[in-house]
């Protein structure tokens, strides 16, 4: 399996179990209206952990560079791990 097909089936599977278990409460009560979904942030830490990138300092500029294709719309740098441990 190729990264791309790893990155969206990872995608896909977060997504598909994010629709079925948390039905439309979400995982945020509050807050701005972030350019990605949760199941896009929660993927992208996901995979950069998978890749080695520990931090968000390296995961975000990693996707930036290489998978804009499959996320077009990041969030800035400081909005990502923001995102991601938001309630």
């Known amino acids: 399996m190729n990264l791309e097909t790893l990155i969206v ?3 896909c599977w977060i997504d598909d179990f994010m629709k079925e ?8 009560e509050g807050g701005f209206q972030p350019k990605l979904s949760d199941s896009e942030v929660i993927s992208i830490e996901i995979i950069g952990e998978y890749l080695g990138r520990k931090m968000d300092t390296a995961i975000y500029p ?3 560079r290489h998978w804009l294709k499959v996320f077009p719309q990041p969030p800035n740098r400081l909005n990502l791990p923001k995102q991601a441990t938001h309630r």
Do not use: I, K, M, S
């Not at 278990?21 to 945020?28: D, I």
């Open 21 to 28: 278990n948390l039905q439309e409460r979400g995982l945020r």
């Open 62 to 64: 990693y996707f930036r």
């Open 9 to 11: 089936t990872v995608y």
